[in-house]
């Protein structure tokens, strides 16, 4: 099949017209000698004609009702496209779960972002597309980073959400487990210019996105939660420029002034506890429209899981991404602490 996606034509709208892939190998040249080459729908890679020294990677609609980062994408894929940016380091833009894209839902049948780092094959395997897609978005990665030009090289993927519910810190990141590396200044301070100056510090090994790429590619690689989960036409996009304009000035390898890193410009947040609903009987002992970061007071019951209960512990716990609807087995609560920025080592 020679299929091929028009220049004037729209890759999102493309994407979602082949919402589980689509057999294609295209690679066109711009005029200014950029490359761009689609592996697959919702897979494009612009690699200019002397490429910088970052390898980024942006990924949106992991989960298909985040709508404000695959808007971003759309219009950052079309700039490039159209000739509007011009692209000085290599990027792949990923818009992972188009068929949740189209029927409005953050999945299919079953959580993308918990099927990284191989979870798409354990158990019963490739069962189902979204278990297919993950697998094949993992080689994609695999092949954007492993065709880099030699040298030392910088690995950035950002991989960009939103969430269900408000948030007390609007815009956050999440900090995948290091497995002892320090954080990195530099990295706090590109997600400081983006808005983002709250970090979720992950204290264990997940089947996230972004812990894949830096697990398997020793990627500076993060979860952004950039705003709240809103149908397409619903997003105030100024909320999102300067997160835009920090991905325009690393896709076109121009200079980021980022001042001195100074720790008091950042909230750290350590990961305490993530609760697993097991048990069909599981509740949370706090209403839906409580925000991300809201604090309890020790003792405080915040979930039941059975007859099992989730007292909180540790002075100060707060709680992120509250969802009792969430499988059986699956993260339905984490819960974090603030710790001061001079308590973790930074490079
Ligand atoms: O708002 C929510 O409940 C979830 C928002 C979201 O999709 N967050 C990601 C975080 C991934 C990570 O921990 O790095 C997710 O739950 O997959
Ligand atoms: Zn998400």
């Known amino acids: 099949m020679n299929l091929r996606v028009l220049s004037e034509q729209n890759f999102l709208t493309f994407t979602r017209e082949h919402e589980w892939g689509v057999d294609i190998d295209q690679t066109e040249c711009l005029a200014d000698g950029t490359q761009v080459e689609i592996w697959d729908s919702g897979v494009i890679v612009f690699t200019p004609a002397n490429p910088g020294p970052l390898d980024l990677i942006l ?27 011009q692209s000085g380091n290599r990027v792949m833009f990923l818009i992972a779960n188009p068929a949740a894209i189209n029927i409005g839902k953050r999945f299919v049948d079953e959580n993308m972002n918990r099927l990284f780092s191989g979870a ?5 395997g490739l069962v189902n597309k979204e278990r297919v897609r993950a697998q094949k978005l993992e080689q994609y990665v695999a092949r954007f980073y492993e065709q880099a030009p030699a040298g030392k090289r910088q690995r950035l993927h950002y991989d960009m959400h939103t969430a269900i519910r408000d948030s007390q810190h609007e815009k956050f990141a999440v900090y995948p487990f290091t497995h002892g590396a320090p954080y990195k200044k530099h990295q706090l301070q590109l997600l400081g210019a983006m808005g983002v100056n709250t970090v979720l510090l992950h204290e264990g090994p997940t089947t996230t996105f972004s812990y894949f790429s830096v697990r398997n590619f020793a990627a500076d690689a993060f979860t952004l939660e950039l705003g709240k989960v809103r149908p397409f036409g619903h997003n105030d996009m100024h909320k999102f420029a300067a997160v835009k304009e920090v991905l325009q000035k690393l896709i076109c390898n121009q200079e980021l002034k980022l001042g001195n890193f100074e720790p008091s410009d950042f909230h750290i947040y350590q990961v305490l506890r993530s609760i697993n609903r097991t048990q ?25 899981d059975g007859d099992k209960t989730y007292p909180v512990q540790t002075q ?29 080592e930074l490079v």
């Not at 709508?67 to 219009?75: G, L, N, S, Y």
């Not at 798409?120 to 019963?124: K, L, V």
């Open 280 to 304: 069909q009987d599981f509740e949370l002992n706090f209403p839906d429209d409580v925000a991300n970061f809201t604090e309890f007071a020790v003792g405080y019951e915040l979930a039941r």
């Open 316 to 344: 100060g716990e707060s709680i992120i991404f509250p969802n009792a609807k969430v499988a059986l087995g699956q993260r339905a609560l984490i819960t974090v602490v603030e710790v001061d920025a001079d308590q973790i």
């Open 120 to 124: 798409h094959s354990e158990g019963e």
């Open 59 to 85: 990924s949106c609609a992991v989960h298909g009702d985040e709508t404000a980062p695959i808007e971003i994408c759309d219009e950052l894929i079309e700039q490039l496209r159209q000739g509007y940016l």
